[in-house]
């Protein structure tokens, strides 16, 4: 398979944890972005408490000489305030991706919801990235061809496409990237790893569902429900032994749809747990255009690897964890959580000429 025409190059820390800020004491990481109606472009970090309490965060990004450099910050725009999104003992709105979606005139944000159960996929929508709206957990039709309640499992790593594209049956449809986590023993002891029938490998995998554009822009509640779900890509390379999970929005370029991805190696504890022995490494693969299912491009080596101090060391150690790419004055900026605890920014740039 063909790599990937695209390198990352580190650029700096952004943003780290504000001292004596309780909402932050366990750290900043993993933001989703956006351009505001003023046209300027905000982080939406996810924020840390004692306890693991996750929140999100608005933060307008400062630039320097056409790189990001730091933030102002600017409060909360969403907090586990609803019944589903704590448990005993737990709670959280945790590593939200952010898409503008131009057909729907709103940013889409998935996030994960850290309840009762464990963490769950839920979608807001927002005009401005300051006001959201709450669609509910998303929920996934039963297909009986694949035999599986994709309902069953927790769902993470989850992000719109921006544009439409065409689903499997040839409708007009919004597509979103997921991750199902087939291990049932995190919600019902002796159930053990279940994966649909046909599908070799039970790690943890990319998969996409789609929506139907047409109910969507007659019904915004309707993007909770996705349907028509395929397999895109499984571990394939050293880096992803572990697992692999979907980061920013899928960026359109020449080749087809750019996914900047994670890879993971190590041991991983529950779901439930902040890792210690894992090794988070950035990735890529390039989707075909037409049919954004199947996989044309893809890294044999992680473009970006734990390796600095601030991404080494932190509440979670070895981390390079993507979650958003922004242009700033005709240059690509990946950002992305460090260590758990900060957030760090790379230029994405072409190998070779588009």
């Not at 929508?125 to 957990?137: A, F, K, M, Q």
């Not at 993470?156 to 065409?166: G, H, I, Q, S």
């Not at 929506?211 to 822009?217: D, G, T």
Request: hydrophobic share 40%.
């Amino acid at each position: 398979m063909p790599d990937v025409p695209y390198t990352l190059t580190r650029q700096g820390v952004v943003m780290t944890p504000a001292p004596g800020d309780s909402r932050e004491a366990e750290g900043v990481l993993n933001p989703a972005s956006g351009r505001g109606p003023d046209g300027e472009l905000y982080l939406l970090p996810r924020l840390v408490a004692e306890g693991n309490v996750s929140r999100v965060g608005l933060a307008k990004v400062r630039i320097e000489d056409g790189v990001p450099v730091g933030v102002e910050r600017e409060g909360i725009v969403l907090e586990p305030d609803r019944e589903w999104e704590r448990g005993v003992g737990n709670a959280g709105v945790e590593d939200p991706r952010v898409t503008w979606i131009a057909a729907l005139g709103r940013h889409v944000m998935t996030y994960v919801a850290y309840g009762p159960l464990g963490p769950r996929t839920a979608l807001a929508v927002s005009e401005d990235l300051r006001t959201w709206t709450r669609l509910g957990p998303a929920l996934f039709r039963y297909d009986d061809a694949l035999d599986t309640d994709l309902n069953l499992f927790h769902n993470k790593d989850t992000v719109f496409f921006p544009e439409p594209v065409t689903a499997p049956d040839g409708t007009p449809a919004l597509a979103v990237l997921h991750r199902p986590m087939w291990d049932l023993d995190e919600t019902k002891e002796g159930q053990g790893v279940r994966v649909p029938p046909g599908i070799e490998d039970p790690r943890q995998s990319i998969w996409i569902s789609y929506v139907p554009l047409a109910e969507v822009q007659a019904d915004l509640s309707r993007l909770c429900l996705w349907e028509q779900h395929r397999l895109v890509a499984a571990p394939e390379f050293a880096f992803e032994e572990l697992k692999i999970g979907g980061g920013p929005p899928p960026l359109r370029v020449p080749e087809g749809w750019l996914v900047i991805h994670h890879g993971v190696t190590g041991v991983i504890d529950s779901a439930f747990s902040q890792q210690q022995k894992v090794n988070y490494a950035a990735g890529a693969m390039i989707l075909d255009a037409d049919d954004p299912s199947r996989v044309i491009a893809r890294t044999s080596e992680p473009l970006l690897a734990p390796e600095t101090d601030d991404e080494r060391s932190g509440i979670v150690p070895n981390v390079v964890f993507p979650t958003a790419i922004e242009e700033v004055d005709g240059r690509l900026f990946v950002f992305y959580g460090m260590a758990d605890s900060k957030i760090g920014v790379a230029l994405l740039e072409r190998t070779v000429p588009a």
